[in-house]
């Protein structure tokens, strides 16, 4: 991959639009998690302290394109954003009419880009209005690099210069290193609650790594593939064949997916419900599995340790619950302490490094999620492609 870094240029003095990932939850007009604004942090101390004139855009929520409301207004993300970098950062609302009076050395925040008719369809028009703001466009939203819209794409089309930020591209350097050129052996662990949502992942993988450790309800239609019986357990019954398959695959290919050989049951999904451990052999016909067992996760664990790349997407278990929460808790401790490059991502994935916390044992966690996925599978993300089209000139 070649495209142009922020890093490269001189921007003293010049306009530049960046476009980041502040899409944070927000609660009473509170920013409730501010990880992708730190995560952002750095491009934007880089250009402040070029001279550069910055300004900021973001999507929040899903707003209907063209309305503005209040709950997906980015006044919040303004006011964390101004405390972070201790001084005042002004949300601009009407910068489509009139460009914005941005002083070098200052960064000013453009109101939710969805609010802006086009924006979702890659609108010409409208991405011409954003090029037309800067003299650098910046890309460093990963986590929407795989939509091809306005503010992602467009506007980088049409820029007089347009570069990867910092975040994006030690996203792509992370992702090239663990999936072009994987230390060996290779673990990808996907988990989540059904394997429609994460099949093209878990093809793509299997042609890739060592071992494919799945969990979640996804482990519940290969438990039932390899024979088991899984009670009233998560399942895609018309995925067991496909499941089989990438079984007989992996294992033509001298590779794995490791079964579980216990688990933790309940009788219903609730918070309060008592965990039973049982050998996957004795799954009840009104059990429901919510996690793997002790045996089962320290056989992942040692496969972790001993492994020289780990990527790792989604929990093995429902770990909001404590008591079926051991599985995850496990493996992320495996991830903290192996000396393998780890790369982890998505949603989920962030919570559990939380909850654990693990978070600066990890060696790259991704801000994104299909992105990351999508990356994974081995898709061209819309906004890479700009990227490396634009530094071809």
Known sequence: MSFTKLTDLDLAGKRVLIRSDLNVPVKNGKVTSDARISASLPTFEHCLKAGAKVMVMSHLG???????????????????????LGREVRLVKDYLETAPEVADGELVLLENVRFNKGEKKDD??????????????????????????ASTHGAGKFAPTACAGLLLA??????????????RPMVAIVGGSKVSTKLTVL????????????????????IKAAGHEIGKSLCEDDLVETAKALMEKMTANNAT????TDVVCGKQFDENEPAVTKPVAEVAADDMIFDIGPDSANA????????????WNGPVGVFEFDQFGEGTKTISMAI????AFTLAGGGDTIAAIQKY???DRVSYISTAGGAFLEYLEGKTLPAVAMLEARAKG
């Not at 010409?124 to 819209?149: I, N, P």
């Not at 997916?257 to 579980?260: D, F, L, N, Q, Y």
């Not at 903290?336 to 000396?339: M, P, V």
């Open 257 to 260: 997916i490791p079964i579980a």
């Open 336 to 339: 903290a302490e192996t000396e």
């Open 300 to 311: 992942l664990a040692e496969i972790i340790k001993n492994a020289g790349t780990v990527v």
């Open 62 to 84: 899903r707003p209907e394109e063209g309305v503005y409301s209040e709950e997906n207004s980015l006044a919040p993300v303004a006011a964390d954003l101004g405390a972070k």
């Open 357 to 359: 916390d693990i978070y």
């Open 170 to 183: 030690e996203e792509l350097d992370a992702l090239q290193k663990a999936l072009a050129e994987p230390k």
């Open 203 to 222: 093809e793509a993988l299997s042609t890739k790594v060592d071992q494919l450790v799945v969990g979640g309800g996804i482990a519940n239609t290969f």
């Open 124 to 149: 010409e028009a409208l991405s011409k209005q954003y090029a037309a703001l800067c003299d650098v466009y910046v890309m460093d939203a990963f986590g929407t690099a795989h939509r091809a819209q």
